[in-house]
């Protein structure tokens, strides 16, 4: 018998009940009777409604109601069928693929990612990661939140940031002589997050941005993720470099210039004070907005770092930004901004939809710590160590590798920008250190123009003395295995990582 007739036939009996539970039992007849088997799909609710005259909601009842007396199962996209295994077979996984966005991906990405899967010794030595040691990390600075904590502080902060902390910064950075208001200043959630704000309320895409060569690599993923057009200097800011920057101010208007201030990362070069005026004012001609990354500011060792460009900004055009991450450690994730108060109130537009406000503990911790006066203690105490293994760095490659690398003594920050001065990259002599039991990051990552391949950048801070000594030896038969070997070694791709900024 056609099911369409069968239930016509079983609803033209008398009946009390609402019509969505007489279907209801006409189906659970046609299940006992054997007009519909196990497993059989159920007509469509719209197609059954048309066929029986009936609204499409009493239907839908109907089939819940089967359901809930286990008579019938459904399934999504699919239907309603008999019996429960017809809902045994898997649901097809959620495409992802298909939902995510692309990601922007760049060159010095695959490198950075390669370095955690290329074979490497058990006690493996990374010169590569730019952080601080963490056995000297300030843990006295927790010791602030034993403190009592006002309950007005634990609830949501303004965006800009927890007043006493920007009063503090505002007095802690005069030691840097810049001479700001706590209104001058926002506390961020790391100072690469301002990077970020600064392209969200800056950038469109196409804009030009002009950056030095070689720069901080993850100011290079910021700009390109911003789909920002990068104009490189040819090398570090100083008097040669300044006829290309007019040139680029003329042709092509960027709207940024991001410099590593004192210290840079990777090259531990600070800007030229001879003609630090002289960029200022071309800045100043052409309404260049310059974007100064002072992150390494505060480690001098020999003598105190340059002065920073903000604090001789006669046009209004500098914006300063600042970390904790170097300086005390990376897991307070706080930096800060100092800018007009009209650029600030518009970045705070953008960070409110990111994390409304930074950390408040964080903010508590490091307010405290610098009002204390422990903060300047603490400098002292890490720039000793920090010294001393810039030192062992130095006098141990020099030992071990003078015949196969050149480089400058920085006079702060925490690194030594190296080149190769024979046959082979830096990448293949990466493959080779790391079979050794050392690391570090290749010099194309700091090139938006993947330039640099005979570069490489090591991190004295993370590690004590010894540990210099020993990858100064580590590298140095690397370096003999790639006099042997120059051939360009295959990286294997990338599994898992970690920032290496």
């Given at each position: 018998?056609?099911?369409?007739?069968?239930?016509?036939?079983?609803?033209?009996?008398?009946?009390?009940?609402?019509?969505?539970?007489?279907?209801?039992?006409?189906?659970?007849?046609?299940i006992?009777?054997?007009?519909?088997?196990?497993?059989?799909?159920?007509?469509p609710?719209?197609?059954?409604?048309?066929?029986?005259?009936?609204?499409?909601?009493?239907?839908?009842?109907?089939?819940?109601?089967?359901?809930?007396?286990?008579?019938?199962?459904?399934?999504?996209?699919?239907?309603?069928?008999?019996?429960e295994?017809?809902?045994?077979?898997?649901?097809?996984?959620?495409?992802?693929?298909?939902?995510?966005l692309?990601?922007?991906?760049?060159?010095?990405?695959?490198?950075?990612?390669s370095?955690?899967?290329?074979?490497?010794?058990?006690?493996?030595?990374?010169l590569?990661?730019?952080?601080?040691?963490p056995?000297?990390?300030?843990?006295?600075?927790?010791?602030q939140?034993q403190q009592?904590i006002?309950?007005?502080?634990?609830g949501?902060?303004?965006?800009?940031?927890?007043a006493?902390?920007?009063?503090?910064?505002?007095?802690?950075?005069?030691n840097?002589?810049?001479?700001?208001?706590?209104e001058?200043i926002?506390?961020?959630?790391?100072?690469?997050?301002?990077?970020?704000?600064?392209?969200?309320?800056?950038?469109?895409?196409?804009?030009?941005?002009?950056?030095?060569?070689?720069?901080?690599?993850?100011?290079?993923?910021?700009?390109?993720?911003?789909?920002?057009?990068?104009?490189?200097?040819?090398?570090?800011?100083?008097?040669?470099?300044?006829?290309?920057?007019?040139?680029?101010?003329?042709?092509?208007?960027?709207?940024?210039?991001y410099?590593?201030?004192?210290?840079?990362n990777?090259?531990?070069?600070?800007?030229?004070a001879?003609?630090?005026q002289?960029?200022?004012?071309?800045?100043?001609?052409?309404?260049l907005?310059?974007?100064?990354?002072?992150?390494?500011?505060?480690?001098?060792?020999?003598?105190?770092?340059p002065?920073?460009?903000?604090?001789?900004?006669?046009?209004?055009?500098?914006?300063?930004?600042?970390?904790?991450?170097?300086?005390?450690?990376?897991?307070?994730?706080?930096?800060?901004?100092?800018?007009?108060?009209?650029v600030?109130?518009?970045?705070?537009?953008e960070?409110?939809?990111?994390?409304?406000?930074?950390?408040?503990?964080?903010?508590?911790?490091?307010?405290?710590?610098?009002r204390s006066?422990?903060a300047?203690?603490?400098?002292?105490?890490?720039?000793?160590h920090?010294?001393r293994r810039?030192?062992?760095l130095?006098?141990?490659?020099?030992?071990?590798?003078?015949?196969?690398?050149?480089?400058?003594l920085?006079?702060?920050?925490?690194?030594?920008?190296?080149?190769?001065k024979?046959?082979?990259?830096?990448?293949a002599?990466?493959?080779?250190?790391?079979?050794?039991?050392?690391?570090?990051?290749?010099?194309?990552?700091?090139?938006?123009?993947?330039?640099?391949?005979?570069?490489?950048?090591l991190?004295?801070?993370?590690h004590?003395?010894?540990?210099?000594?020993?990858?100064?030896?580590?590298?140095?038969?690397?370096?003999?295995?790639?006099?042997?070997?120059?051939?360009?070694?295959?990286?294997?791709a990338?599994?898992?990582?970690?920032?290496?900024?």
């Open positions: 018998m056609d099911l369409t007739n069968f239930l016509q036939t079983q609803l033209q009996s008398p009946s009390s009940l609402p019509l969505y539970k007489q279907l209801s039992l006409a189906l659970t007849k046609a006992e009777t054997g007009q519909l088997r196990n497993g059989q799909r159920l007509p609710e719209r197609r059954l409604a048309e066929d029986l005259r009936l609204s499409r909601t009493t239907i839908v009842n109907a089939y819940r109601l089967l359901e809930q007396n286990g008579s019938v199962s459904s399934r999504i996209g699919s239907g309603t069928y008999i019996g295994d017809a809902v045994a077979a898997p649901l097809p996984p959620m495409p992802w693929n298909q939902l995510l692309p990601h922007l991906s760049s060159p010095l990405s695959s490198i950075l990612r370095l955690l899967a290329i074979p490497a010794a058990a006690d493996s030595i990374s590569a990661a730019g952080m601080p040691d056995a000297l990390y300030p843990l006295d600075m927790l010791q939140l009592p006002p309950s007005s502080d634990l949501y902060l303004p965006i800009e940031g927890y006493p902390l920007r009063r503090e910064l505002a007095s802690w950075l005069k840097r002589q810049l001479h700001l208001d706590a001058d926002m506390i961020l959630s790391g100072s690469q997050q301002g990077l970020y704000l600064l392209c969200k309320c800056f950038i469109s895409p196409g804009d030009s941005i002009v950056v030095e060569s070689p720069t901080y690599l993850g100011a290079i993923q910021v700009f390109q993720a911003a789909g920002a057009r990068l104009l490189t200097l040819p090398g570090p800011l100083n008097s040669q470099s300044l006829p290309f920057l007019e040139d680029y101010l003329v042709r092509y208007r960027p709207k940024l210039f410099l590593g201030s004192s210290f840079q990777p090259s531990g070069r600070s800007p030229d001879s003609m630090c002289k960029f200022l004012d071309l800045a100043a001609k052409y309404h907005v310059i974007v100064e990354d002072d992150a390494y500011g505060h480690l001098h060792y020999e003598t105190p770092a002065q920073p460009l903000k604090s001789r900004d006669h046009y209004g055009g500098v914006l300063y930004l600042g970390s904790a991450s170097k300086i005390f450690f990376p897991g307070l994730r706080t930096g800060w901004l100092a800018a007009p108060r009209e600030l109130n518009r970045l705070a537009e960070k409110q939809y990111a994390d409304l406000h930074s950390n408040n503990l964080a903010q508590l911790c490091l307010a405290e710590y610098m006066g422990q300047d203690a603490h400098l002292r105490h890490i720039r000793v920090y010294q810039r030192d062992a130095e006098q141990a490659l020099k030992r071990h590798c003078s015949a196969d690398l050149a480089f400058e920085p006079l702060g920050g925490f690194y030594l920008w190296c080149r190769l024979g046959e082979g990259s830096a990448q002599l990466l493959y080779e250190a790391a079979r050794q039991g050392v690391s570090f990051v290749p010099g194309e990552a700091f090139y938006a123009d993947r330039a640099g391949s005979d570069y490489f950048r991190c004295f801070a993370t004590d003395e010894a540990a210099m000594e020993i990858a100064a030896q580590r590298l140095g038969q690397a370096l003999r295995n790639l006099r042997k070997h120059p051939r360009r070694h295959t990286i294997p990338f599994r898992s990582g970690q920032p290496i900024l």
